[in-house]
């Protein structure tokens, strides 16, 4: 199993920043694609934004030039720089890792919560 640690999340004003972090635990793993999620309340789970390890990224077109994905790959850390967010962006952002113990699997973070007041 791969624990993925989150922090970062909280309540800030539309125009602010934050920075989320996720580390991933069982370095034994191979860590491949990291990224983030986020779920707003009645609304299915998106995609933010995904790293592989060789760098490549994949954002959602809403947070395109606002939102900056990075890793540590020494380290198993994904980041999330969020900055001029938007009230639209509040919702519970988790963290994603797809790793190989035995066999490739997906692994999910328990989420933290991000608003963002008008």
């Known amino acids: 199993q791969v624990q993925l640690v989150e922090s970062g999340g909280g309540l800030v004003q539309a125009g602010g920043s934050l920075r989320l972090e996720c580390a991933a635990s069982?370095?034994?793993?191979?860590?491949?694609?990291m990224g983030w999620y986020r779920q707003a309340p009645g609304k299915q789970r998106d995609l933010v934004a995904t790293?592989?390890?060789?760098?490549?990224?994949n954002y959602a077109g809403s947070v395109k030039g606002r939102f900056t994905i990075s890793r540590d790959n020494a380290k198993n850390t994904v980041y999330l720089q969020m900055n001029s967010l938007k009230p639209e962006d509040t919702a519970v952002y988790s963290c994603y890792a797809r790793a190989y113990g035995t066999y490739w699997a997906d692994y999910w973070g328990q989420g933290t919560q991000v608003t963002v007041s008008s």
């Open positions: 069982r370095s034994t793993f191979s860590i491949g694609t």
């Open positions: 790293m592989t390890t060789g760098g490549s990224t």
